[in-house]
């Protein structure tokens, strides 16, 4: 087809014409009366998508038929089915007189959910399968006003039970750990039921931190304070051991005071605090401490008028550590907390996520919970009793302090980093 001296392929028409507005106007019209006109608008982007869309994605689709089903009228609610049919996720909408479906293939949902869930669904029946995306995207749609409350909670622990069960298997044991007989072994042990996670600094929240605490002190608060931490850490300037406030102060002399006290915020213990409460999203987890042997290193490299700072922290189980596992075992992450406390925020803690926020919901959630009868995961969520506790951790910063510059401090990201380690989940 030719328009305007410009070549239109076939199948290129085919799609124009699939994605019409009469092919959503024609849906529109049979089920207008169980939105209400007030939704047209909205009514018609979800019909597109998840209908007409050939770009949409299966995740988006999903999102979006489970949208559309739930701003529909009570009585209407029922006519919208999602199934799966050989590798095939359906969306169907009956009319009573015919009905209008979509497929798409379920195999980006599965990746997704095992990505997210180490849950692998592709050993799931058809029915079971459907029943868990069902309950999937309850968590999505539902809202966390009482109203919905009581229906997300239960998807949300039919979720978790599905995950206890498909990974019911044995996972870090304390008598297994004991019979041991030496540190090695009982380390290696450790190792290969524990897994690494990363936090992401926000470098713009931490320097703002750094600074706002610097304000706060006077110097001769901050001198005292850092005169104490120096006996507890290996600090260099330019290679050279400094283990007394007076030879650092001589090694920072070109600075003044409002100049020296910045970096003194750097070498403080505080500074580990203040890297907790800088992730870019809130991990509760990682904002936890490990109870376990701690090595702190501070490397300060000076040529001209720049500062650089390698502040480390990094906390590893160590032989004299072994009596603490045992006393903290039952409280040790383990059994899928990781992934359920990431489900539980991404669905029921408004963003941006703060500790208050989460210690409410989870308040909210544990009120909810009594009303039933205890189960395997009745005390999923014990945040209060500080369940989760790290195996290891480290804290590496590198930070940059020119006192000729603008921004003064800055902090490199490719070489920051926040790892931690816990039992696997």
Same mark, same amino acid.
């Given at each position: 087809?030719?328009?305007?001296?410009?070549? !239109?392929?076939?199948?290129?028409?085919?799609?124009?014409?699939?994605?019409?507005?009469?092919?959503?106007?024609?849906?529109?019209? $049979?089920?207008?009366?169980?939105? +209400?006109?007030?939704?047209?608008?909205?009514?018609?982007?979800?019909?597109?998508?998840?209908?007409?869309?050939?770009?949409?994605?299966?995740?988006?689709? &999903?999102?979006?038929?489970?949208?559309?089903?739930?701003?529909? +009228?009570?009585?209407?609610?029922? &006519?919208?089915?999602?199934?799966?049919?050989?590798? %095939?996720?359906?969306?169907?909408?009956?009319? +009573?007189?015919?009905?209008?479906?979509?497929?798409?293939?379920?195999?980006?949902?599965?990746?997704?959910?095992?990505?997210?869930?180490?849950?692998?669904?592709?050993?799931?029946?058809?029915?079971?399968?459907?029943?868990?995306?069902?309950?999937?995207?309850?968590?999505?749609?539902?809202? &966390?006003?009482?109203?919905?409350?009581?229906?997300?909670?239960?998807?949300?622990?039919?979720?978790?039970?599905?995950?206890?069960?498909?990974?019911?298997?044995? +996972?870090?044991?304390?008598?297994?750990?004991?019979?041991?007989?030496?540190?090695?072994?009982?380390?290696?042990?450790?190792?290969?039921?524990?897994?690494?996670?990363?936090?992401?600094?926000?470098?713009?929240?931490?320097?703002?931190?750094?600074?706002?605490?610097?304000?706060?002190?006077?110097?001769?608060?901050?001198?005292?304070?850092?005169?104490?931490?120096?006996?507890?850490?290996?600090?260099?300037?330019?290679?050279?051991?400094?283990?007394?406030?007076?030879?650092?102060?001589?090694?920072?002399?070109?600075?003044?005071? $409002?100049?020296?006290?910045?970096?003194?915020?750097?070498?403080?213990?505080?500074?580990?605090?203040?890297?907790?409460?800088?992730?870019?999203?809130?991990?509760?987890?990682?904002?936890?401490?490990?109870?376990?042997?701690?090595?702190?290193?501070?490397?300060?490299?000076?040529?001209?008028?720049?500062?650089? !700072?390698?502040?480390?922290?990094? $906390?590893?189980?160590?032989?004299?550590?072994?009596?603490?596992?045992?006393?903290?075992?039952?409280?040790?992450?383990?059994?899928?907390?990781?992934?359920?406390?990431?489900?539980?925020?991404? &669905?029921?803690?408004?963003?941006?996520?703060?500790?208050?926020?989460?210690?409410?919901?989870?308040?909210?959630?544990?009120?909810?919970?009594?009303?039933?009868?205890?189960?395997? !995961?009745?005390?999923?969520?014990?945040?209060?009793?500080?369940?989760?506790?790290?195996? %290891?951790?480290?804290?590496?910063?590198?930070? %940059?302090?020119?006192?000729?510059?603008?921004?003064?401090?800055?902090?490199?990201?490719?070489?920051?980093?926040?790892?931690?380690?816990?039992?696997?989940?």
């Amino acid at each position: 087809m030719i328009i305007s001296n410009a070549n !239109i392929s076939f199948d290129k028409v085919i799609k124009l014409s699939d994605n019409s507005p009469s092919n959503v106007m024609s849906i529109w019209e $049979k089920i207008k009366d169980w939105f +209400g006109f007030s939704q047209q608008k909205k009514v018609l982007t979800l019909i597109k998508n998840v209908y007409l869309n050939q770009e949409a994605t299966t995740l988006e689709k &999903n999102k979006d038929f489970f949208h559309l089903k739930k701003i529909a +009228g009570e009585h209407y609610k029922n &006519n919208f089915k999602c199934g799966v049919d050989n590798d %095939e996720i359906f969306y169907r909408i009956d009319f +009573g007189d015919g009905f209008i479906e979509s497929k798409k293939s379920i195999i980006p949902f599965i990746e997704a959910v095992k990505n997210e869930l180490n849950l692998d669904l592709k050993k799931y029946n058809n029915e079971d399968l459907t029943a868990f995306i069902n309950n999937y995207y309850k968590l999505s749609t539902l809202s &966390n006003e009482k109203i919905d409350y009581e229906k997300k909670t239960i998807a949300f622990r039919a979720i978790l039970m599905e995950c206890i069960d498909a990974n019911d298997k044995q +996972g870090f044991s304390l008598d297994i750990f004991n019979a041991k007989e030496s540190f090695n072994n009982k380390y290696e042990y450790l190792k290969e039921n524990s897994e690494k996670y990363f936090g992401k600094i926000n470098t713009k929240k931490l320097i703002d931190n750094i600074y706002d605490s610097a304000n706060q002190h006077e110097y001769k608060e901050l001198r005292g304070q850092v005169e104490k931490d120096i006996q507890r850490y290996d600090l260099k300037f330019n290679n050279e051991s400094i283990s007394d406030i007076t030879s650092l102060e001589e090694k920072l002399k070109l600075l003044n005071n $409002k100049d020296t006290m910045v970096i003194f915020e750097l070498l403080n213990q505080g500074i580990f605090p203040m890297i907790k409460d800088s992730f870019e999203e809130y991990d509760p987890i990682a904002s936890m401490y490990s109870p376990f042997t701690g090595k702190t290193s501070v490397n300060i490299k000076n040529e001209g008028n720049l500062y650089t !700072i390698i502040v480390n922290n990094k $906390k590893e189980i160590a032989e004299s550590d072994i009596e603490k596992v045992n006393q903290l075992s039952d409280f040790i992450l383990t059994d899928f907390d990781y992934n359920s406390m990431n489900l539980y925020m991404k &669905n029921f803690v408004d963003a941006p996520v703060s500790k208050e926020k989460l210690e409410v919901a989870l308040n909210q959630y544990e009120s909810e919970i009594e009303k039933r009868m205890t189960d395997s !995961i009745g005390d999923k969520f014990n945040y209060n009793q500080k369940r989760f506790i790290l195996l %290891e951790e480290n804290m590496n910063i590198k930070f %940059e302090f020119n006192p000729d510059l603008m921004k003064k401090l800055s902090i490199s990201t490719n070489e920051s980093k926040v790892e931690y380690s816990l039992l696997k989940s």
